[in-house]
């Protein structure tokens, strides 16, 4: 606003605000009306304005500065109808002793309170320009801090996206590991049974390793029931071939002196029945040597063939039990694998939580500090409008009081005028007087 002395000096509608006491009393009746104002509702309202605490928010602050501000121009509007007096009378018609001095020097106060009321505004309109760059100030810094805080509900979701996938991540290898320990448990019970089969086979193996330790004992018993039987058969064929060798000496011996054994030999029937006796004992020896032999030969065949049974039931066995050795060392490198793979499912959950825990704290932290801010942000505004509403009800009490000044000014021109023109036609209606009444001699 330009509040130059053209502006100030201008005649202003409306009825004066303040009623004139005298030719002197402009000043002190604006003044005083100023100093009721700053008393009257106004300072109750700059109390209630001084005592406002603050608004949540920006939309609720500049509510309720609407909301000050039409109570302001109520409060206004019932103060000039309190203050506003009747019309100014008519000055009276001749001018007193000393009239023109008091107008001068009420003007020369007016003009001199006017200069300083106008320094006052401009150097409020400065600090009011101030003040806004200050706002616009604040304004950006909020729409920065808005846009910051935009970017941190960004990155908030993003790291609640990633939370999200750690957690389910989590649950994957919490499943992951429920299966791996169900693995184990059924490799470990397939462990017990290789074992549980293992110590059956070797009982097996064991029982056929005695079977077999009998059976070889059972053949040497054979054996040498076969070399004694040989050796009994050896012994009876010679003492045969003893017996028949001299029978035959002494056949011989009769046949060379058969005088001498007349007697004693009971002739032919002698010989037929030794050669008889001969024919007996070569077929039972025979017999007897076929006899054995066959039944020596298929006891030994069952033997060998038990032997050759036991045999390859103990290689199978030995396969067997080399072949679950083998499946329990790859069973046990498996297990072995997957304990390792379990401790370092186990690790990474671990890590994970850890990272989870600190993630979440530093969140929580830079939440609690955008916080923080936002609400020294929200206090700063608050105080900014304060004060802004303060500086906003001192212009407006200028304002009226640069008003109350120009009405008081312009009703000091009228009088001073309306005086002047009674002065003229005073003067005039007595030149009229002493034209139309000339002057008489005095009589001597």
């Given at each position: 606003?330009?509040?130059?002395?053209?502006?100030?000096?201008?005649?202003?509608?409306?009825?004066?605000?303040?009623?004139?006491?005298?030719?002197?009393?402009?000043?002190?009746?604006?003044?005083?009306?100023?100093?009721?104002?700053?008393?009257?509702?106004?300072?109750?309202?700059?109390?209630?304005?001084?005592?406002?605490?603050?608004?949540?928010?920006?939309?609720?602050?500049?509510?309720?500065?609407?909301?000050?501000?039409?109570?302001?121009?109520?409060?206004?509007?019932?103060?000039?109808?309190?203050?506003?007096?009747?019309?100014?009378?008519?000055?009276?018609?001749?001018?007193?002793?000393?009239?023109?001095?008091?107008?001068?020097?009420?003007?020369?106060?007016?003009?001199?309170?006017?200069?300083?009321?106008?320094?006052?505004?401009?150097?409020?309109?400065?600090?009011?320009?101030?003040?806004?760059?200050?706002?616009?100030?604040l304004r950006r810094q909020q729409a920065g801090r808005s846009a910051m805080g935009a970017l941190y509900e960004r990155e908030i979701g993003e790291m609640r996206?990633?939370?999200?996938?750690?957690?389910?991540?989590?649950?994957?290898?919490?499943?992951?590991?429920?299966?791996?320990?169900?693995?184990?448990?059924?490799?470990?019970?397939?462990?017990?049974?290789?074992?549980?089969?293992?110590?059956?086979?070797?009982?097996?193996?064991?029982?056929?390793?005695?079977?077999?330790?009998?059976?070889?004992?059972?053949?040497?018993?054979?054996?040498?029931?076969?070399?004694?039987?040989?050796?009994?058969?050896?012994?009876?064929?010679?003492?045969?071939?003893?017996?028949?060798?001299?029978?035959?000496?002494?056949?011989?011996?009769?046949?060379?002196?058969?005088?001498?054994?007349?007697?004693?030999?009971?002739?032919?029937?002698?010989?037929?029945?030794?050669?008889?006796?001969?024919?007996?004992?070569?077929?039972?020896?025979?017999?007897?040597?076929?006899?054995?032999?066959?039944?020596?030969?298929?006891?030994?065949?069952?033997?060998?063939?038990?032997?050759?049974?036991?045999?390859?039931?103990?290689?199978?066995?030995?396969?067997?039990?080399?072949?679950?050795?083998?499946?329990?060392?790859?069973?046990?490198?498996?297990?072995?694998?997957?304990?390792?793979?379990?401790?370092?499912?186990?690790?990474?959950?671990?890590?994970?939580?850890?990272?989870?825990?600190?993630?979440?704290?530093?969140?929580?932290?830079?939440?609690?500090?955008?916080?923080?801010?936002?609400?020294?942000?929200?206090?700063?505004?608050?105080?900014?409008?304060?004060?802004?509403?303060?500086?906003?009800?001192?212009?407006?009490?200028?304002?009226?009081?640069?008003?109350?000044?120009?009405?008081?000014?312009?009703?000091?021109?009228?009088?001073?005028?309306?005086?002047?023109?009674?002065?003229?036609?005073?003067?005039?209606?007595?030149?009229?007087?002493?034209?139309?009444?000339?002057?008489?001699?005095?009589?001597?």
């Open positions: 606003m330009d509040y130059g002395p053209e502006r100030l000096w201008a005649p202003a509608a409306g009825p004066p605000l303040y009623p004139r006491k005298g030719p002197g009393g402009g000043g002190g009746s604006a003044s005083s009306g100023f100093s009721s104002w700053c008393r009257g509702p106004g300072a109750s309202f700059l109390s209630s304005s001084s005592a406002w605490s603050g608004c949540s928010s920006s939309s609720s602050s500049l509510q309720q500065l609407q909301l000050q501000q039409q109570l302001q121009l109520q409060q206004q509007q019932q103060q000039q109808q309190q203050v506003r007096g009747p019309d100014v009378p008519d000055a009276p018609d001749g001018p007193g002793p000393g009239e023109p001095r008091n107008e001068k020097e009420a003007l020369q106060a007016l003009n001199e309170r006017f200069a300083g009321y106008i320094d006052k505004v401009r150097r409020l309109e400065v600090q009011n320009r101030g003040l806004e760059g200050e706002a616009a100030a996206g990633r939370l999200l996938r750690l957690r389910n991540d989590k649950a994957q290898l919490r499943l992951d590991r429920q299966r791996l320990d169900r693995d184990a448990a059924r490799l470990r019970r397939r462990l017990e049974d290789e074992a549980r089969r293992r110590g059956e086979a070797a009982a097996a193996a064991r029982g056929l390793a005695r079977a077999a330790e009998r059976a070889g004992l059972a053949r040497a018993q054979l054996e040498r029931q076969e070399r004694a039987l040989r050796d009994e058969c050896a012994l009876l064929r010679q003492h045969h071939r003893r017996d028949l060798g001299r029978l035959l000496a002494r056949l011989q011996a009769d046949a060379a002196d058969p005088d001498a054994a007349a007697p004693a030999r009971p002739g032919p029937d002698l010989a037929a029945a030794l050669r008889d006796v001969r024919r007996q004992l070569e077929g039972h020896a025979a017999h007897s040597r076929l006899h054995s032999d066959q039944w020596f030969r298929v006891r030994l065949d069952k033997l060998s063939e038990a032997a050759k049974v036991n045999t390859d039931a103990m290689r199978c066995a030995q396969e067997e039990i080399g072949e679950y050795r083998r499946q329990l060392q790859a069973k046990t490198t498996e297990l072995e694998a997957l304990k390792g793979t379990r401790d370092s499912l186990e690790r990474q959950c671990y890590d994970l939580e850890d990272q989870h825990h600190a993630d979440v704290a530093s969140y929580q932290e830079a939440i609690q500090q955008l916080d923080n801010e936002l609400r020294n942000t929200k206090w700063e505004m608050a105080a900014q409008l304060r004060e802004y509403q303060d500086l906003l009800n001192v212009k407006m009490a200028l304002d009226i009081e640069i008003a109350a000044y120009r009405k008081t000014s312009n009703l000091h021109q009228k009088s001073s005028h309306q005086r002047r023109s009674r002065l003229r036609s005073r003067r005039r209606s007595n030149l009229q007087l002493k034209s139309s009444h000339p002057r008489r001699p005095r009589s001597r």
